[in-house]
């Protein structure tokens, strides 16, 4: 057998199955989000529903607040997780169970940490009883509303809590691999310990940090269940809006769903296109 | 270096302490809850304490122990499907150069970044034809869009540092293609096939939205069932099934970080679902 032949038959089934079921999805996606529906005898495509969809005020809104928590999230997760990996890669007694520890939520489904967030940051969860019991708060209405909040709070916090160590093990690998030799010199040469981190470390991590970011960035950009469960109920995030849309009762306003669903995959290309550069800048780094 | 002081190296403790801290919290009122037996503002503990939320999770009515076996079957379903296809994609894409690569490559990629929700809207219609909504076949199939990439990028890892003249020695000594495949491959990608398949599971595990949308609410996963508690208020049930939920993950961590030391890059995935 040929390696050509070969080639084909171990990656047909791979093929196969993510031709399907994820560029399919994509296409019928974008054909019906053109009102082109054969199936029901809508043969003439047209833009209708992405000019429903882009003069929406409210779409707006939603795509600002999606962007908002994608954006801050992923800022805030990558600068803990590098603070967080400087730390960790120390070596210190109890090392391996600090290790586990940070690595723990890893595994945590995001609907368990959003309900974690709701039971500690809600307007009666564990800090509004410490706030009520010295005496900061009389009522649970006093605590300042940090979930269902109009500035996605609640949102941003689960995504800091899951995300830092996601990226912060990326970050810890990288660091190790490195090791301090480098640091080492630039100190003896007279850097201080911040100029051996910013001109010396950062340069040389900052690839793989940006990759990670980049995935993060798209995840919390796409994500559901999270802005679901902590989100307020205007506006909501695009996935969300999508969502509600494609079930709604009035059919005719699913090609407005799949709009949506085209507008968040763009933006999605758009950052595996930066993924891939930022990782392309790693190889050659 | 020199040695950092005594109150910055306090300082340094301090923020390492607080960061492990924050991690865990998130989950503590989830355990709290699964064994309180009403706990209103402003208690800071439940004032009693009760099995009845176990109780409850743990008895046919409430559906849990039901919702947990389709759970592991979709999971186990979709890993085992992702560990038939991925091995020899991953084989392909791990030993051999060829045109069009990095176009594969980035097919596979893709997935991991595309917001399930996008790809999932437009599967809809076409599992509406196929008769595949609101069945499991339907679920483990678009369980497949996520978990397949993380199967194959592992195993193109486990195969880029393979060396295929073994098999070829195996043959030439009279050894069949199966007899080379048990004996001589299986046991040198082992190690990528439980990686892989444990990153698979939990991804798989993990999906909230794929579920809820094909699986039509007549597919039930403890994600969906643990946000209807949520929602409906049930903070006790919520904790206990919050507490079921999160243990495969746990143990499966507990399990790579005992037996697979050094696989700490690739347990980065984990986080993506």
């Known amino acids: 057998m040929s390696d050509r032949l070969r080639i084909v038959l171990l990656l047909a089934p791979a093929m196969t199955l993510i031709l399907v079921l994820f560029c399919g999805g994509l296409a019928v996606g974008v054909m019906r ?54 730390l960790l890669r120390k070596s210190f007694a109890g090392r391996n169970a600090v290790n586990f520890l940070f690595q723990l939520n890893l595994t945590v489904p995001h609907i368990v940490g959003a309900v974690g967030i709701l039971y500690l940051f809600s307007q009666s969860g564990f800090f509004a009883r410490m706030a009520y019991q ?87 950009f796409g994500a559901y269940e999270v802005p679901l469960l902590l989100g307020a109920s205007h506006p909501q995030t695009l996935p969300v809006l999508a969502y509600k849309t494609y079930t709604d009762v009035d059919l005719a306003a699913r090609p407005q769903a799949m709009a949506m669903a085209v507008v968040i995959t763009l933006l999605s290309g758009l950052m595996i296109w930066a993924y891939l550069r930022a990782t392309r800048a790693r190889v050659r780094a | 270096m020199t040695r950092p002081s005594p109150l910055s190296r306090s300082l340094l403790v301090l923020s390492g302490v607080m960061l492990i801290v924050w991690l865990i919290l998130p989950l503590v009122p989830l355990l709290i809850w699964s064994f309180a037996r009403g706990w209103r503002f402003p208690d800071l503990l439940p004032q009693q304490w009760s099995w009845q939320a ?31 296809v991925g091995v020899p994609a991953g084989r392909a894409l791990g030993l051999y150069r060829f045109r069009g690569k990095g176009l594969v490559e980035l097919l596979i990629l893709a997935p991991v970044i595309v917001p399930g929700i996008a790809v999932a809207l437009g599967l809809h219609g076409v599992f509406i034809q196929l008769g595949l909504t609101n069945t499991l076949a339907g679920v483990v199939l678009v369980h497949l869009v996520p978990t397949l990439p993380y199967m194959t990028l592992v195993m193109a890892g486990i195969y880029a540092n393979y060396d295929p003249a073994f098999e070829q020695q195996a043959r030439s000594l009279g050894a069949s293609p199966l007899q080379t495949f048990i004996h001589v491959t299986l046991p040198a990608i082992m190690p990528g096939i439980i990686v892989g398949g444990l990153f698979a599971f939990l991804v798989s595990w993990s999906q909230y939205v794929l579920t809820l949308l094909i699986g039509g609410g007549r597919v039930i996963t403890l994600p969906l069932l643990l946000f209807n508690f949520a929602s409906a208020g049930r903070n006790d049930i919520t904790g206990a ?33």
């Open chain 1, 33 to 86: 989000s053109f009102n082109y529906m054969p199936v029901i005898g809508l043969t003439q495509p047209n833009l209708d529903a992405y000019r429903a969809v882009l003069s929406d005020p409210a779409v707006l809104r939603s795509f600002l607040l999606t962007f908002h928590i994608a954006f801050t999230s992923t800022v805030i997760s990558a600068v803990i997780a590098i603070a967080a990996a400087l």
């Open chain 1, 134 to 220: 010295i005496g900061l708060i009389a009522r649970p209405a006093e605590f300042p509303a940090l979930v269902f909040d109009p500035f996605a709070i609640g949102i941003i916090l689960q995504y800091v809590w899951k995300e830092v160590p996601f990226i912060g093990v990326i970050v810890l690998a990288q660091m190790q691999a490195l090791g301090t030799d480098y640091e080492s010199v630039a100190r003896s040469l007279g850097a201080n310990r911040w100029q051996a981190f910013a001109h010396v470390l950062l340069p040389l991590i900052l690839p793989g940090v940006l990759s990670a970011s980049v995935i993060v960035f798209a995840f919390t």
């Open chain 2, 241 to 273: 099934i919050g507490i079921i939920y999160i243990l495969p993950g746990i143990l499966i961590l507990l399990f790579t970080a005992r037996h697979l030391s050094g696989a700490n890059g690739a347990v980065g995935g984990f986080g993506r679902t």
């Open chain 2, 54 to 84: 176990w109780e409850y999770a743990l008895s046919a009515r409430s559906g849990v122990v039901e919702s947990l076996g389709v759970t592991v079957l979709i999971a186990t379903l979709a890993t085992a499907l992702s560990i038939l």
